[in-house]
């Protein structure tokens, strides 16, 4: 497990531009949410850099960017990554800590700072979670109340709750934890793709923790496909728990999801691609170390009642 040194800000630089942090964002087809969200990017106090990777999208929306944001850096892909455009914008930044932020969420000032706070302070952390409002009205995202009471053995002397998994749009991550866990495997491309990777980062002894602190600011998109995106989170709870979770929880994990998944269509279709991706999985399988499975085994409670992680669309 690396530890990067960095700086811890004086309270007095509060309102000064912030170097330890940078921001990716990824978009597809939503132009107009994303040019809002760069918006309020560029009012931060921070001032982080920025760097966009827009997904292939077909709107206009890269061209949009260049000339209403040309301050953004902006990755202009031909093709939808998914969650490994992560990566690409990663790949690009040099600051020791970055926030990922979705086309339709913003960061509250002063959260990436408390942010890079935190993560100066505890060198074993490698992931700090935001609390999340959801927008327009300011509401607590339900997911919250799980994240504020996780159920996952909290170390003394942690900044927050410490966490199973986490959620990629409302966190921010040391650099060279995500780089040396392998950022965001290209097999799930998006839909509870952080499973996978937080558990190789706490199978690599680092820790990820709820930060009552920092606030995201979430106005879910109207242009989205629920179905597609249950489909896609079935396989993937799926593969990440054939892929890491030794086998007697790997068969109440999909006993259980199984239990609770919609009798439809779209549940089928996330199962039929599990099974399909079931060969490479099972030759890429690596059961987690004993310290890294725990966590998973505290949740199991929590995901079998949780009112927010249902697969419902």
Same mark, same amino acid.
């Given at each position: 497990?690396? #530890?990067? !040194? ?12 912030? +170097?330890r942090v ?21 009012? =931060?106090?921070? #001032? ?9 999208? @077909? ?18 892909s ?20 970055v ?5 339709d ?5 002063g959260?990436?700072?408390r942010?890079?706070? /935190?993560?100066d302070a505890?060198?074993?952390?490698a992931?700090?979670? &935001?609390?999340?409002?959801v927008?327009?009205?300011?509401r ?9 009471h ?5 170390? /003394? ?8 998994s986490?959620l !990629?749009? &409302? ?8 780089? /040396?866990?392998g ?6 491309w998006?839909?509870?793709?952080e499973?996978?990777?937080?558990? *190789? =980062?706490? &199978? ?7 930060l009552?602190?920092?606030? =995201? ?11 597609a995106?249950?489909r *896609? ?16 929880? !790997? ?6 999801l199984?239990?609770?998944?919609p009798?439809d ?7 039929? #691609? !599990?099974?399909?991706g ?10 987690l +170390? @004993?310290?890294?499975?725990?966590r998973?085994?505290? =949740? ?8 927010s992680r249902?697969?419902?669309?």
């Amino acid at each position: 497990m690396s #530890q990067t !040194a960095t700086r811890t800000t004086d309270r007095s630089d509060a309102d000064a531009p912030d +170097p330890r942090v940078g921001v990716v964002v990824i978009t597809h087809q939503r132009r107009a949410e994303v040019l809002r969200t760069l918006e309020t990017l560029r009012r =931060l106090p921070e #001032q982080p850099r920025v760097v966009v990777v827009d997904n292939g999208s @077909t709107d206009g929306t890269a061209e949009a960017i260049r000339a209403q944001h040309p301050w953004v850096d902006l990755v202009a892909s031909t093709e939808n990554l998914g969650a490994v455009g992560r990566n690409v914008g990663v790949d690009r930044l040099d600051t020791p800590y970055v926030a990922f932020c979705d086309d339709d969420t913003w960061w509250e000032p002063g959260s990436l700072r408390r942010a890079a706070d /935190a993560l100066d302070a505890h060198p074993g952390v490698a992931v700090v979670t &935001a609390r999340i409002l959801v927008e327009p009205g300011g509401r607590e995202d339900p997911v919250v109340a799980e994240l504020r009471h996780s159920p996952v053995p909290t170390a /003394a002397g942690l900044p927050g709750p410490a966490l199973g998994s986490f959620l !990629a749009g &409302a966190s921010v991550l040391r650099a060279d934890a995500f780089r /040396a866990a392998g950022g965001f495997h290209h097999r799930l491309w998006l839909g509870g793709e952080e499973e996978l990777l937080a558990a *190789d =980062l706490a &199978a690599a002894g680092w820790e990820l923790c709820y930060l009552e602190a920092m606030t =995201l600011h979430h106005r879910p998109s109207s242009a989205r496909d629920p179905h597609a995106r249950r489909r *896609d989170g079935i396989r993937n709870t799926l593969w990440f728990t054939w892929l890491r979770r030794p086998l007697p929880a !790997a068969l109440r994990r999909t006993r259980d999801l199984v239990r609770s998944l919609p009798r439809d269509r779209v549940s089928a279709a996330g199962v039929l #691609q !599990a099974l399909r991706g079931l060969p490479w999985v099972l030759r890429e399988r690596r059961a987690l +170390p @004993t310290h890294a499975e725990q966590r998973f085994l505290a =949740l199991e409670e929590s995901q079998r009642t949780s009112a927010s992680r249902r697969y419902v669309s």
